[in-house]
């Protein structure tokens, strides 16, 4: 079993930056490749950034050059730092952990853009 726990969501203006922290403890060892998804009312959840265990980050194009997924193996921590943060950002931010025996998400953290 993995536990994972997010925190740093908030209210911020257009153009302003957050940091969203996840803690993964439990089976850690299990883990390949962590994750950061949103949803926003009436969409669906995607995939916003990824970290595999090499290190091998990903992003979705709306967030490119704007968010960067980081870690820390001492904490076993991961990061997403969004900067320029757009009202269209807005959405519940989910920590995700990948491991072999599947997938373990948080509660979510809820992250709102204003104009």
């Known amino acids: 079993q993995v536990q994972v726990l997010e925190s740093g969501g908030g209210l911020v203006q257009a153009g302003g930056s957050l940091r969203l922290s996840c803690a993964a403890s439990?089976?850690?060892?299990?883990?390949?490749?962590m994750g950061w998804y949103r949803q926003a009312p009436g969409k669906q959840r995607e995939l916003v950034a990824r970290i595999t265990n090499g290190g091998n980050t990903d992003y979705v194009d709306s967030v490119k050059g704007r968010f960067t997924m980081s870690r820390d193996n001492a904490k076993n921590t991961v990061y997403l730092q969004m900067n320029s943060l757009k009202p269209e950002d807005t959405a519940v931010y989910y920590c995700n952990a990948q491991a072999y025996r599947g997938d373990y998400w948080g509660q979510g953290t809820q992250v709102t853009v204003s104009s």
């Open positions: 439990g089976s850690i060892f299990s883990i390949r490749a």
